[in-house]
């Protein structure tokens, strides 16, 4: 019998595993490979990037993992608010004179100041809010998190707006993969003062791309990690939890005093099969969107357009957001090394519009936008590749705070780990697949006390 068996090789299930490495520990990985929606590959001095790319900085558990692991991150250097619309380029300057530098109605620029003021206000109110206390609990920080403005949904905090202004909030908004009509108001404000104040939330980047963090897990796990095995159920007993799975095309079934389901929400539902019927009901209300997104490497020798600036809002494009992944490399640089790497992100409707098409026909969508925002780029790609995530991950609908608390607690000998029962995505990953190891970390240490004793 295993210690403890962790169900997922993502972010969240390897941090768990991490924690738990001193016992004797199993992690099952449907995937070819470990990391989940954190993906990225080296090409040289650069990465192709697809998922998870900015991370929590001091003091955050994403730190504590990271110098465990022995992995260095950086701050993010550069602009992170320049944007793209109607054929105008911006890169500097205050935010909120953007409307008067963009071509749009007068209408749509007097609808945006005046959204934009409420935005700015919530934004102060989020603050002190999201702002953790000291000794406080990360659940309970989160719960009030959760609650803040979670009575309405963003494009009713802003009310209808014209074409153009609607277009310049929504590539903000829908970053965590659900619409303005779909995501709460809080959320939604929760991402504008993760943009706006670069000193909070999610702000480090990992040197060499992000897999560098989940690679390095997994090789330091060893055997412990099982790929292409695809978990079918898990039956919790009194004593012990039995989990199913099929590898090589063989059925095995393993017992475990303790189990860390870190999947997400539908498919850890979908395999419990004697779950608490209300944590049951709570997984089945929490929402997913889908995300495409492209990387692509480029070939330029000299100084561009883009190289001090992180990432570009690109609203009316076919992706939401473009972020310049070789910015770090060109801010290190005394010479402008040649080439750069960069990943385009449609989420949530616009991620929906391409599930369904080809690697070939998105890239040239991707492509034909490119070159509008900057002229000839596609004459400099000489890499460009796809991925498609149908559960991209999931957004704070209106009402999500109320089922918060059911879903942080255990059920029985069963700890549940992912980003989807907090806000900050990779962070949280982390920090529920930390919370989970350390509660089962204490059982397993004290049942040991007991048979010594």
Same mark, same amino acid.
């Given at each position: 019998?295993?210690?403890?068996?962790?169900?997922?090789?993502?972010?969240?299930?390897?941090?768990?595993?991490?924690?738990?490495?001193?016992?004797?520990?199993?992690?099952?990985?449907?995937?070819?490979?470990?990391?989940?929606?954190?993906?990225?590959?080296?090409?040289?001095?650069?990465?192709?990037?697809?998922?998870?790319?900015?991370? =929590? +900085?001091? /003091?955050?558990?994403?730190?504590?993992?990271? &110098? @465990?692991? %022995?992995?260095?991150?950086?701050?993010?250097? $550069?602009?992170?608010?320049?944007?793209?619309?109607?054929?105008?380029?911006?890169?500097?300057?205050?935010?909120?004179?953007?409307?008067?530098?963009?071509?749009?109605?007068?209408?749509?620029?007097?609808?945006?100041?005046?959204?934009?003021?409420?935005?700015?206000?919530?934004?102060?109110?989020?603050?002190?809010?999201?702002?953790?206390?000291?000794?406080?609990?990360?659940?309970?920080?989160?719960?009030?998190?959760?609650?803040?403005?979670?009575?309405?949904?963003?494009?009713?905090?802003?009310?209808?707006?014209?074409?153009?202004?609607?277009?310049?909030?929504?590539?903000?908004?829908?970053?965590?993969?659900?619409?303005?009509?779909?995501?709460?108001?809080? =959320? +939604?404000? /929760?991402?504008?003062?993760?943009?706006?104040? &670069? @000193?909070? %939330?999610?702000?480090?980047?990992?040197?060499? $791309?992000?897999?560098?963090?989940?690679?390095?897990?997994?090789?330091?796990?060893?055997?412990?990690?099982?790929?292409?095995?695809?978990?079918?159920?898990?039956?919790?007993?009194?004593?012990?939890?039995?989990?199913?799975?099929?590898?090589?095309?063989?059925?095995?079934?393993?017992?475990?005093?303790?189990?860390?389901?870190?999947?997400?929400?539908?498919?850890?539902?979908?395999?419990?099969?004697?779950?608490?019927?209300?944590?049951?009901?709570?997984?089945?209300?929490?929402?997913?969107?889908?995300?495409?997104?492209?990387?692509?490497?480029?070939?330029?020798?000299?100084?561009?357009?883009?190289?001090?600036?992180?990432?570009?809002?690109?609203?009316?494009?076919?992706?939401?957001?473009?972020?310049?992944?070789?910015?770090?490399?060109?801010?290190?640089?005394?010479?402008?090394?040649?080439?750069?790497?960069?990943?385009?992100?449609?989420?949530?409707?616009?991620?929906?519009?391409?599930?369904?098409?080809?690697?070939?026909?998105?890239?040239?969508?991707?492509?034909?936008?490119?070159?509008?925002?900057?002229?000839?780029?596609?004459?400099?790609?000489?890499?460009?590749?796809?991925?498609?995530?149908?559960?991209?991950?999931?957004?704070?609908?209106?009402?999500?705070?109320?089922?918060?608390?059911?879903?942080?607690?255990?059920?029985?000998?069963?700890?549940?780990?992912?980003?989807?029962?907090?806000?900050?995505?990779?962070?949280?990953?982390?920090?529920?697949?930390?919370?989970?190891?350390?509660?089962?970390?204490?059982?397993?240490?004290?049942?040991?006390?007991?048979?010594?004793?």
């Amino acid at each position: 019998m295993k210690d403890v068996i962790i169900v997922g090789g993502g972010l969240a299930g390897l941090s768990a595993a991490w924690k738990l490495k001193d016992h004797d520990i199993l992690l099952l990985e449907s995937d070819h490979r470990t990391g989940g929606r954190v993906m990225s590959e080296r090409r040289g001095d650069y990465w192709l990037n697809w998922g998870g790319h900015v991370y =929590a +900085g001091e /003091g955050s558990a994403t730190d504590e993992l990271f &110098k @465990s692991v %022995g992995v260095h991150s950086q701050s993010v250097p $550069g602009k992170l608010t320049a944007m793209s619309l109607n054929g105008k380029l911006l890169l500097d300057g205050r935010v909120e004179l953007y409307p008067f530098r963009v071509p749009m109605s007068w209408k749509a620029r007097f609808a945006l100041l005046c959204a934009g003021a409420k935005v700015r206000a919530g934004v102060l109110k989020y603050g002190r809010v999201a702002k953790r206390k000291p000794l406080e609990n990360y659940s309970v920080q989160q719960q009030r998190v959760f609650n803040f403005m979670n009575d309405k949904t963003f494009s009713e905090f802003t009310g209808e707006l014209p074409e153009d202004a609607d277009a310049i909030f929504r590539p903000t908004v829908s970053r965590s993969t659900g619409d303005p009509e779909q995501i709460s108001a809080g =959320a +939604g404000i /929760g991402y504008f003062d993760m943009i706006w104040n &670069k @000193s909070t %939330g999610l702000s480090r980047v990992i040197m060499g $791309g992000p897999s560098t963090l989940t690679e390095s897990i997994a090789s330091g796990l060893g055997d412990s990690v099982q790929l292409n095995a695809e978990v079918s159920e898990v039956v919790q007993h009194e004593d012990y939890v039995t989990v199913q799975y099929t590898k090589d095309d063989e059925v095995h079934n393993v017992d475990a005093r303790y189990i860390v389901m870190a999947t997400p929400a539908p498919i850890t539902r979908k395999i419990m099969t004697n779950i608490d019927s209300e944590m049951g009901d709570a997984l089945e209300q929490v929402a997913y969107g889908p995300h495409v997104s492209a990387s692509f490497l480029t070939d330029e020798t000299g100084p561009q357009i883009w190289d001090d600036v992180y990432s570009f809002a690109t609203p009316k494009r076919s992706f939401d957001i473009l972020i310049h992944n070789s910015n770090i490399i060109h801010s290190q640089s005394e010479e402008r090394r040649p080439g750069s790497s960069f990943m385009t992100f449609s989420p949530a409707g616009r991620g929906r519009d391409l599930l369904d098409k080809s690697e070939e026909e998105i890239i040239n969508i991707y492509l034909k936008d490119l070159d509008e925002i900057f002229p000839g780029f596609s004459k400099n790609v000489v890499e460009a590749h796809v991925k498609k995530f149908p559960l991209g991950s999931a957004y704070v609908f209106p009402g999500r705070g109320k089922i918060q608390s059911i879903l942080t607690k255990p059920d029985r000998r069963i700890y549940f780990a992912g980003d989807y029962l907090g806000t900050l995505y990779t962070e949280t990953a982390i920090q529920t697949g930390f919370t989970a190891a350390e509660e089962i970390n204490g059982l397993l240490n004290h049942q040991t006390s007991k048979m010594i004793s």
